[in-house]
């Protein structure tokens, strides 16, 4: 499978939106995971989404990039690997130091 990124979401579109549009045209969408806030559970906008191939997200970031969804002109792009495994929020922002605040 090969995921994509999908960025500028309405706050209100839903996983099943998001899928059956990047699903037109016949491509398999195997799985939508929408972005959410861990306090209010709401849209943070963005989604990734698993293609049932490559040349499915090719499709369908050639057939949606710029489109409008909910409102919105969305951008469809590969996704990108981030390197190496990470633990936290922090160390994928490079904040290696430990305990609170600026480090001293």
Do not use: C
């Not at 499915?56 to 990039?65: R, S």
Request: aromatic residues 4%; proline residues 3%.
């Amino acid at each position: 499978m090969t995921r994509i990124y999908v960025g500028n979401l309405s706050r209100e579109t839903t996983e099943a939106e998001l899928g059956a549009a990047l699903g037109e045209g016949g491509r398999t969408v195997a799985k939508v995971i929408l972005k959410r806030d861990g306090e209010s559970g709401a849209s943070r906008g963005f989604a990734f989404v698993d293609m049932g191939s490559a040349e499915e997200a090719a499709g369908a970031i050639a057939a949606l990039h710029g489109k409008q969804l909910g409102g919105r002109t969305i951008k469809v792009a590969a996704a990108k690997e981030l390197p190496g495994p990470r633990t936290s929020w922090r160390e994928a922002a490079g904040e290696t130091g430990g305990g609170r605040g600026r480090p001293r």
